[in-house]
Nanobody
């Protein structure tokens, strides 16, 4: 079973950048499409973006398209979320998650991801 640990969260001013990392344990990391989700206080957890097993395909929520970029390094068992032009509404706990069952498309529903990290807080001040 792969385990996930996020890092890189913090406090940043609006317009700034942060990069989150998600480190995976286990030798089957490349079997998983990887997603990023976020949950703001009092709101549902929402899809941010996802990346395919080889890193060749990505998908993003409209709210972050053009500002956020997901990448992965299968040799290092890492997946990244580069966040630029941050806005106060991006403030949330960010989670990485793994989906081993989806093959045709990158999935957006949280219930389709079976492994999760513990989350990293990102706070964007205005």
């Amino acid at each position: 079973q792969v385990q996930l640990v996020e890092s890189g969260g913090g406090l940043v001013q609006a317009g700034g950048s942060l990069r989150l990392s998600c480190a995976a344990s286990g030798r089957t990391f490349s079997w998983y499409a990887m997603g990023w989700f976020r949950q703001a206080a009092g709101k549902e957890r929402e899809f941010v973006g996802a990346i395919g097993r080889s890193g060749g395909s990505t998908r993003y929520a409209d709210s972050v398209k053009g500002r956020f970029t997901i990448s992965r390094d299968n040799a290092k068992n890492l997946v990244y979320l580069q966040m630029n032009s941050l806005k106060p509404e991006d403030t949330a706990v960010y989670y990485c998650a793994g989906d081993s069952n989806g093959f045709l498309t990158l999935r957006t529903a949280r219930d389709e991801y079976e492994i999760w990290g513990q989350g990293a807080q990102v706070t964007v001040s205005s």
